[in-house]
């Protein structure tokens, strides 16, 4: 009997841990789903109003800030205030930029093009990490230093307004993003990450530079950068 009952209850542990990791990407997809309809929202809201642009250092002090904010609340309910928050000011700051390219000739249909893209591969990834269930892990290392790297050349490109640079630093971040996306959907499936919170967040972000990256790049190839 004794042998029974710890024969069940190690079988168990796979099956509680199986829970728990459909628990996390379940509350992980509808939060992201929802912060997603925040941003287009938004954004929405801001280009219908006519908002000014707030210019890239109110929008970097902002994103900081309220990013912050979230990872540190991550534990409390707290975590979803200031993560709607976060998105939605993203989603605000974004509008003025996509009406003002909506206006272009061709701007709306890149517009389409950068967000069907990104629907795609974000979806091909997310399916191929969950199906594959590998470890990512191994390229946590990777992308912690080539986000960063790719942030600061950034700035330079920004500050210096070196275009040819800006380019690369989109590519670069198209790439990291992709890798991101596969990375965190790991620590999920592998039991890596039980706060959906901040799963969600890593996702949004890599989804919002996804969408940026390649509408930066869409519009240098025709011409409008």
């Known amino acids: 009997m004794a042998e029974l009952r710890h024969a069940t ?3 168990s542990i796979p099956s509680e841990s199986a829970l728990a990791t459909n628990k996390v990407l379940r509350n992980t997809y509808w939060l992201l789903a929802l912060t997603l309809l925040c941003t287009s929202g938004c ?3 801001a280009a219908s109003i006519g908002a000014p642009y707030l210019g890239p250092w109110v929008t970097l002090i902002g994103y900081f800030v309220l990013l912050f904010a979230t990872s540190k609340t991550s534990e409390s309910p707290l975590g979803l205030v200031f993560i709607f ?7 605000f700051t974004l509008g003025p930029l996509l009406g003002a390219m909506a206006r272009v000739p061709g701007g709306s249909e890149m517009i389409m093009t950068a967000f069907g893209v990104t629907g795609v591969s974000f979806l091909g990834l997310s399916a191929y990490a969950i199906t594959s269930r590998r470890d990512f892990s191994f390229m946590r290392g ?3 230093v080539g986000i960063l790297g790719a942030f600061l050349l950034g700035l330079v490109a920004m500050i210096f307004h070196l ?7 989109s590519s670069a971040f198209l790439l990291l993003s992709a890798g991101l996306i596969l990375y965190q959907t790991g620590e999920i499936i592998n039991g890596g990450e039980r706060n959906y919170i901040l799963a969600t967040i890593t996702l949004w972000v890599s989804i919002y530079n996804m969408f940026m990256s390649l509408l930066h790049l869409l519009m240098a190839f025709s011409g409008e950068d």
Do not use: P, W
Request: net charge neutral.
């Open 85 to 91: 928050l976060l998105t939605g000011f993203m989603g």
């Open 9 to 11: 209850s190690t079988a």
């Open 163 to 169: 275009s040819t640079l800006s380019l690369v630093v």
């Open 142 to 144: 990777f992308l912690t």
């Open 43 to 45: 954004a929405f809201i």
